[in-house]
């Protein structure tokens, strides 16, 4: 049972451009909602998180949008680089519960072109 | 550079033999949790430990287990290995307060 959906699978964007990466989730206790990049090789790296209590969260050229009532939250690349080339994985846990898993949605293969 | 490290970080082993992976993390980080990432998907929970104490465990069956010792290293063991077992093995490690950093993985493939 996928409890978090993200899209697309896949984006190529121009260097300069925005990529932009949707997640849903189901269980309405979450209340933590990490994004990772990994990269070929190596295992996730903690980008960006955001708390429900907030709509957005910018750190450099990452940006999270969240929207509570929707149960959706987005990850924006601002001014894609070709090092940003990785695959980028929305999460989300509950951050007070025992054995606090994260629930990974089935990442976005990013690419970007020179 | 991250503060999990595992080994191995390949091996290859036969259908039905056993497995042991293992994962050293930072002092202070009491918790400690596993996952399995299949080819092109995201890592799925398999279980974590809390100060050497299994406190949640993922749809795993019971040939998958695993073991935190005092020096904040840990284990996972795998039984009967079956080829839909192959993937990459992430451990990931956190304190009370932070967020988990992740391991670069054991790529495990059942031949």
């Known amino acids: 049972q996928q409890q978090v959906k993200q899209s697309p699978q896949s984006l190529i964007v121009q260097k300069g451009g925005i990529s932009i990466i949707n997640c849903a989730y189901e269980?309405?206790?979450?209340?933590?909602f990490p994004w990772y990049q990994q990269f070929p090789g190596k295992g996730p790296a903690l980008l960006i998180a955001?708390?429900?209590?907030?709509s957005e969260k910018k750190e450099g050229r990452f940006t999270i949008s969240f929207n509570k009532s929707a149960k959706q939250f987005s990850l924006h690349i601002m001014d894609s680089q070709p090092g940003d080339s990785a695959t980028y994985f929305c999460?989300?846990?509950?951050?007070?519960?025992?054995?606090?898993?994260?629930?990974f949605g089935g990442g976005t293969r990013v690419l970007v072109k020179p | 550079e991250t503060g999990v490290t595992q080994s191995p970080t390949h091996l290859i082993k036969t259908r039905g033999q056993q497995v042991t992976l293992r994962c050293s993390s930072q002092?202070?980080?009491?918790?400690v949790s596993w996952y399995q990432q299949a080819l092109g998907q995201g890592p799925q929970f398999i279980f974590q430990?809390?100060?050497?104490?299994?406190?949640g465990r993922g749809n795993f069956p019971p040939r998958f287990s695993g073991l935190q010792f005092p020096n904040y290293s840990s284990e996972l063991n795998v039984n009967a290995l079956e080829l839909d077992d192959s993937a990459l093995y992430l451990c990931?490690?956190?304190?009370?307060?932070?967020?988990?950093?992740f391991g670069s993985g054991t790529r495990l493939t059942v031949v």
């Open positions: 430990y809390y100060r050497e104490e299994e406190n």
């Open positions: 990931a490690s956190s304190t009370d307060s932070g967020g988990y950093t």
């Open positions: 269980n309405t206790a979450f209340d933590y």
């Open positions: 999460a989300a846990s509950r951050v007070q519960a025992a054995g606090n898993k994260l629930t």
């Open positions: 955001i708390r429900p209590d907030v």
């Open positions: 002092s202070g980080h009491n918790t």
